[in-house]
């Protein structure tokens, strides 16, 4: 993120703020970290600490799941283009419940491995529209 972007994020009057770490950036081979991308996130953090703004210290296992499930599997706009809306219970309800047990399951592995902070939130995101 830029500085100038950092500025915009402040100028929101948020106190909380969620991003996105690319983790290809961090390790862009295997077993191989890049500390300047570390640094950079590092920058990021503090700076945005330095604003008074928090980032937010959840984990999100899957991003936007209705959306990606209506348009991959309910009306076949996103791959694999998939439109069982009207199968609901052959078709679209199999899918959603896949989609709820491979949350339910990162769930429990990010629980179980967040031993340092253990006190931040674990779920889904969910999109919303601002009028």
């Known amino acids: 993120?830029?500085?100038?972007?950092l500025g915009l994020v402040a100028a929101l009057g948020v106190d909380s703020y969620r991003?996105?770490?690319e983790w290809a950036r961090i390790e862009?081979?295997?077993?191989?970290?890049?500390e300047a991308a570390v640094a950079h996130y590092r920058d990021e953090l503090v700076a945005?600490?330095?604003?008074?703004?928090h980032p937010v210290d959840d984990w999100g296992t899957v991003n936007e799941p209705i959306n990606y499930l209506l348009a991959a599997y309910g009306i076949g706009n996103?791959?694999?283009g998939k439109v069982t809306i009207s199968q609901i219970a052959t078709g679209f309800?199999?899918?959603v419940r896949d989609y709820l047990a491979a949350h339910?399951?990162?769930y429990g592995a990010i629980k179980a491995g967040d031993t340092i902070d253990a006190d931040g939130g674990r779920?889904?995101?969910?999109?919303?529209?601002?009028f």
């Open 93 to 95: 309800v199999p899918v």
């Open 19 to 21: 991003f996105s770490i």
């Open 28 to 34: 862009p081979a295997k077993d191989q970290l890049d």
């Open 123 to 130: 779920g889904t995101s969910t999109s919303s529209q601002w």
């Open 1 to 5: 993120m830029k500085a100038d972007d």
């Open 78 to 80: 996103f791959p694999p």
């Open 104 to 106: 339910a399951a990162m």
């Open 48 to 53: 945005l600490r330095a604003m008074g703004i």
